[in-house]
């Protein structure tokens, strides 16, 4: 009887330890024993656009079965997202087109170094708001010249925009009397200290950082415009032109209109993620988009049957079989 007990013991210590062993399955999703996967989410600052996407994306993507736990992670912005990306620390991220583009083409920041990520799908323009207190006299970009200009953070695509705005007239920071790695907030506050005489914030419009200072300092939006923003889209075809309005509410209530540029922005994720996962993921925000759910600002300004096209990398083939279905794709 005790030689039967204990075979029955073993047989039921067997069967718990194979109900309960088996990774993750390759590129992630459910794994063997039909358990969900938890996924990190890289974003960008808290006081940006992206941080707070991400929130608003965290309870759509977690209504999959697939997925037990989103992390949204504040980062450094794109560069530091698309790195996380190859270092496996973030499985999907939001990222501006220009540092995709580079990272991709082994360009900039990733010179000589290649990385690979694929696009979920398209989000709003990213517009490049170069700001200046009315006292410092900048009116263009050349006269950006001398002067003490907030530039981002290291590594963001606020700084990666930044450069080649620069670039675009023959300016580097060398040319600069004073260069600051500065968030959106902390850039604001600067300025209104008097320690900075422009800044940088390539994000979607209305920047609420640009709205509070508009409240109590005189500002200029320095635009790009004519050659300078010829010279950009002739060597980075991710920049479009981009109009502020005049006259809206919504967007600064400006007297007169300003021409910029733009960038759109996408949600990136790592290729090894499952396909059947990202077809899911992809499904969710697609739906998303077309209910009276969204409430992230610049997120309803998206047409979700335009998500999927002009993208600046290659589509994920879960992302791709759905738009397929969809029948969304150029």
Not at 62 to 66: I, T
Not at 319 to 329: C, D, I, S, T
């Given at each position: ?18 109900a309960?062993?088996?990774g993750n399955?390759?590129?992630g ?10 996924l ?14 991400g ?5 759509i993507f ?5 997925i037990?736990?989103?992390t ?15 270092d ?5 991220a ?5 540092v995709a583009?580079?990272a ?6 990733f010179?000589g ?5 694929e ?9 490049v ?9 900048i009116?263009?970009?050349?006269d950006?010249?001398?002067k ?19 670039e ?13 790695h500065?968030?959106?907030a ?11 005489d ?5 994000s ?17 939006f ?29 967007k600064?209530?400006l ?19 499952d ?22 600002g ?7 049957d335009?998500i999927?096209?002009?993208?600046i ?5 879960g ?11 150029e």
């Open positions: 009887m005790r030689t039967k007990g204990l075979a029955l013991l073993i047989l039921a210590l067997a069967m718990i330890i194979s309960c062993g088996g399955s390759a590129g999703g459910e794994d063997s024993s039909g358990s969900s996967q938890s990190v989410f890289g974003t960008g600052g808290t006081s940006g656009s992206y941080y707070p996407i929130g608003a994306l965290k309870p977690e209504q999959s079965d697939s037990g736990n989103i949204v992670e504040s980062t450094g912005a794109s560069v530091a997202n698309i790195q996380n990306i190859q496996g620390l973030n499985q999907m939001v990222v501006m087109s220009d583009y580079d991709i083409e082994g360009k900039g920041q010179e170094k290649k990385v690979e990520v696009a979920l799908a398209g989000m709003y323009p990213n517009v708001q170069i700001v200046a207190t009315k006292e410092s006299g009116e263009s970009v050349e950006l010249k001398g003490k200009v907030g530039v981002g953070k290291v590594g963001s695509g606020v700084e990666q925009s930044a450069q080649k705005v620069l675009a007239v023959e300016l580097t920071y060398d040319d600069l009397s004073k260069v600051t500065t968030g959106y902390d850039s604001v506050q600067e300025m209104k200290n008097g320690n900075l422009a800044a940088f914030f390539t979607g419009v209305p920047n609420s950082n640009i709205t509070d200072l508009m409240q109590q300092n005189e500002i200029t320095v635009e790009i415009k004519g050659d300078t923003a010829e010279a950009l889209k002739e060597k980075y075809p991710f920049y479009k032109d981009y109009e502020i309005p005049a006259g809206d509410e919504a600064y209530n007297e007169n209109e300003v021409m910029t540029v733009g960038i759109q922005n996408m949600i990136v994720v790592s290729p090894d993620l396909e059947a996962l990202v077809k899911d993921l992809t499904k969710r925000y697609y739906d998303y988009l077309g209910s009276d759910e969204v409430a992230v610049v997120l309803k300004q998206l047409d979700r335009e999927a096209k002009g993208l990398a290659p589509i994920h083939p992302a791709k079989a759905f738009y397929e279905e969809q029948g969304v794709l």
